[in-house]
């Protein structure tokens, strides 16, 4: 087994309708600042699974200075990056997520960002934790500038391959 953990955070950019979250439309007054789609959720379980496999992260395999991937959709970067894990032998076992942000809460989203994670990362949603937490205050997310995230990932090999 294998185990990987994940970190990604984004600023707050421009005014806007809101930013994805967990693969779901969050409502806030602005959008996160990003090349891609900008989903700290989505792209901290990226960088979990190919840490776990030892394939580097996910700047490597979707590097921020490719056009390709400007607005790119995280769900189809952690598809990928499971396509990669598959191909050196690994598969996910469970996740667990930990997202921090003061503003917008975040609670009303979660199930549905459970729900959307473990369809990208190709498990039951019962195998996916989201968790939501403020800092209190402090810190960059505490002054509402970003959305951070953590994950954790447990892989098991792909029997007959490892």
């Known amino acids: ?72 959709d995280s769900a189809a970067l952690l598809a990928s990056a499971r396509r990669l894990a598959a191909g050196a032998g690994w598969r996910p076992v469970n996740v667990d997520v930990t997202v921090v942000a003061q503003v917008p809460k975040l609670a009303p989203y979660v199930d549905a960002m459970r729900e959307a994670t473990a369809d990208a990362v190709g498990l039951a949603a019962g195998a996916v934790s989201i968790k939501a937490t403020t800092s209190e205050g402090l810190g960059f997310t505490g002054r509402g500038e970003g959305v951070a995230a953590m994950a954790v990932i447990l892989l098991e090999p792909v029997p007959g391959q490892n």
Not at 3 to 24: K, Q, T, Y
Not at 46 to 69: S, V
């Open 1 to 72: 087994m294998r185990v990987g953990h994940g970190f990604d955070v984004h600023r707050f950019g421009a005014e806007a309708a809101g930013f994805r979250l967990g693969g779901v439309d969050v409502a806030h007054d602005r959008c996160l600042a990003a090349h891609s789609d900008g989903d700290v959720l989505l792209h901290a379980v990226t960088d979990a699974l190919l840490g776990a496999c030892g394939l580097g992260d996910i700047g490597r395999h979707f590097p921020d200075d490719d056009p390709r991937w400007r607005d790119a």
